[in-house]
């Protein structure tokens, strides 16, 4: 059974920093592109960033290009995000979401880990 | 990037109705989108890849179809626990977008 644990979420000030984490099982984790994908209270969803399953290739969305930085540890099944200059607009519930077969769309997400930037 | 435009963006349907969903891309992009369903407090969950693969699991009432750039979900037969937001992704290029989001609610 595939499994997903986000962690790592938290209250932020503009400008800190955070550092996301998704436990992997259930699956062969280094073949699979993972993905972030977060959503702001009452919004649409928004896809963040990915990496390859070797982590030879990394996208990022254009809103956080330069701020975050998706990493993962494949002997540890285990998916990062680094976030850095937090702004308000950051505010979203994050989730790590399971990249399908042949590059499909992401076919299993997590529960999302809850991040919070204010003053 | 690639725009999505979902449409509508609500509808209200009664058990048993033919609903349709529909999404349109800013530029072609094969075959590489997929629905999604969202439920209140809970993760979306997969129904289609591929415009128009049925993920395991799901029930045959839901269905997609579509080309270039106009992508159709139908729920032919509209159920109680159908009743959520829907979403359209597509994977063609980086960076991933999805569409707005459609909240089917009960008439």
């Known amino acids: 059974e595939v499994q997903l644990l986000e962690s790592g979420g938290g209250l932020v000030q503009p400008g800190g920093s955070l550092r996301l984490s998704c436990a992997a099982s259930?699956?062969?984790?280094?073949?699979?592109?993972m993905n972030w994908v977060r959503q702001a209270p009452g919004k649409g969803l928004e896809w963040v960033s990915a990496?390859?399953?070797?982590?030879?290739?990394?996208y990022y969305a254009d809103s956080v290009k330069g701020r975050f930085t998706v990493s993962r540890d494949n002997s540890k099944n285990t998916l990062f995000l680094q976030m850095n200059s937090l702004r308000a607009e950051d505010t979203a519930l994050y989730y790590c979401?399971?990249?399908?077969?042949?590059?499909?769309?992401?076919?299993?997400w997590g529960q999302g880990t809850l991040v919070t930037v204010s003053a | 990037a690639i725009q999505m435009t979902q449409s509508p963006s609500s509808l209200s349907a009664s058990v048993g109705d033919r609903v349709t969903i529909t999404c349109r891309t800013s530029q072609g992009i094969g075959n590489d989108l997929g629905w999604y369903q969202q439920k209140p407090g809970k993760a979306p969950k997969l129904l289609i890849y591929a415009v128009s693969s049925l993920q395991s699991g799901v029930p045959s009432r839901f269905s997609g179809s579509g080309s270039g750039t106009d992508f159709t979900l139908t729920i032919s037969s509209l159920q109680p626990e159908d009743f959520a937001t829907y979403f359209c992704l597509q994977d063609y290029i980086y960076p991933r977008t999805f569409g707005q989001g459609t909240k089917v609610e009960i008439k």
């Open positions: 259930g699956f062969t984790f280094s073949s699979y592109a």
């Open positions: 990496i390859s399953g070797s982590a030879g290739s990394t």
């Open positions: 979401a399971k990249g399908g077969d042949y590059n499909s769309v992401p076919d299993f």
